[in-house]
């Protein structure tokens, strides 16, 4: 540990950044970031992304922690600030989805990463060191996550400004490190948790008496996260009912992207093709939302975000609508499965 600490501590600048997930590795960078920063004058901001879209479980694990991490920091006397940043609020996932028509993200079209969590981060970045050009950022990366990162982080300074402490950790190094290692805020019993309720895969090993699996939280409408996480985190919260409400939501707006009767003839550069969602199709999904929002009692969209939508209805009701005669169609598609419209056909 003290080697990575120093390591830190020679590339620091007199502002830095770092990003904060919850996450396990960002948490291990976290730690030792803190402990570099500790007894000098540098100034540290701690970076969390909230995409208003986290599964609740999840959110709640967040901000109880960020509540730690901050009367920690108040009690320490060290230079250090936890951000919250958003998205732009014509760039929310509902915005985007029930306003402009967007469709579900796939592996092909991945648009929610960057307006979600990327942009916010780097907007606030960049209002920061629009001044000064000696800042670093830290991150959570490490090669063995994937292929792919493997390729693009090579070396720890893999760009200028930027550092990757735990690049050649492997998941149990951060495991070890989490199970071993004082936590300055409290302890890592709630992280524990998070992965064992969301993931039936064990990483670290059951010789240790500990077996978590190697979760990625993200989205609960995301069409790239299991269907098992949402039933897994109903089952060891108690909370069956509400994460099946989000489940079959998640379903229908998945399945329906691909139905032709809810899309568009003209995409929105004026070309033939499929195009964003119908209104009338935005409308529904709206009016189920706020069904899904009634039966969990948790707040899935903001008053702002429906004026907004509201709005891009208005924008796009003469073009990306459907004509009264096609109506029958549309519905047909949508309620193919019976009242709840949940059931595919």
């Known amino acids: 540990m003290n080697d990575l ?48 879209m986290e599964i609740p479980y999840f ?23 936890l951000v919250t940043v958003y998205p732009k609020l ?21 648009w929610c990463t960057g307006r979600l969590k990327i942009d916010p981060i780097t907007r606030f970045t960049n209002s920061v060191i629009k001044k000064s050009k000696d800042y670093m950022v830290f991150v959570g990366v490490r090669s063995a996550e994937s292929e792919l990162r493997a ?24 495991w070890e490190y989490l199970l071993t290692e004082s936590c300055p805020w409290g302890d890592h019993t709630d992280l524990l948790n998070v992965y064992k309720y969301s ?17 990625r939280y993200g989205c609960w409408a995301c069409p790239l996260q299991k269907n098992s996480q949402l039933d897994m985190l ?9 994460y099946r409400q989000l489940k079959h939501f998640k379903n229908h707006l998945v399945g329906m992207a691909n139905r032709t009767a809810c899309r568009s003839r003209i995409r929105r550069n004026g070309s033939e093709g499929a195009g964003p969602f ?26 702002e975000e429906i004026d907004c939508i509201k709005r891009h209805w208005r924008i796009d009701a003469n073009i990306h ?3 009264d005669q096609t109506q029958p169609l549309l519905w047909g598609a949508i309620k193919s499965g019976g009242e709840n419209g949940y059931r595919l056909s």
């Open 321 to 323: 609508n459907v004509p």
């Open 5 to 52: 600490v120093d390591q830190i501590r020679r590339q620091m600048g007199a502002i830095n950044f770092v990003s904060y997930s919850g996450g396990k590795d960002s948490t291990v960078v976290l730690q030792h970031v803190l402990a570099a920063i500790q007894g000098t004058d540098a100034k540290l901001y701690i970076v969390t992304s909230d995409t208003r």
């Open 234 to 242: 109903g089952f060891h919260t108690g909370e069956v009912e509400r």
């Open 278 to 303: 119908l209104v009338g199709y935005r409308r529904y999904l709206l009016q189920r939302l706020k069904r899904v929002e009634k039966a969990t009692s948790w707040r899935l969209i903001t008053p």
């Open 199 to 215: 993931s039936d895969e064990c990483v670290y090993g059951e010789a240790q008496g500990v077996c978590v699996g190697n979760a």
């Open 59 to 81: 959110q709640g694990y967040v901000d109880a922690v960020k509540g730690r991490i901050k009367a920690y920091i108040g009690q320490s006397g060290m230079n250090a600030e």
């Open 151 to 174: 390729r693009i982080y090579q070396k720890k300074d893999y760009k200028a400004n930027h550092y990757a402490p735990i690049l050649d950790w492997s998941a149990h190094d951060v």
């Open 90 to 110: 014509e760039h929310t996932f509902w915005v985007s989805v029930l306003g402009m028509g967007y469709p579900a993200a796939h592996m092909g079209f991945r």
